[in-house]
């Protein structure tokens, strides 16, 4: 299931706009696709688990598709930090 189908696509094209130049209007052009790609990882945390929870749990099952990325993410950034 894809909420937004295109979503690395837009990130691919937004990073380097964002990156290489200060223009107002590409910065314009580009902040709509971040709201867009920002929106669909909550999106896409709440979709998945309706048609799988069992009846009446879905609400319960929402965070776990998002846990372990987060999870993942935090624990690399914190690895990769090195020794403090």
Known sequence: MSVLPGR???????WPVTALTASPAAMALARPPHGLTFAARPL?????PVPVAPGGLAARAQPVPASPGTGLVAAGLTRGAGPP
Do not use: C, V
Request: proline share 8%.
């Open 8 to 14: 690395p696509a837009l990130g691919g094209l937004r």
């Open 44 to 48: 896409a945390a709440m979709a998945i």
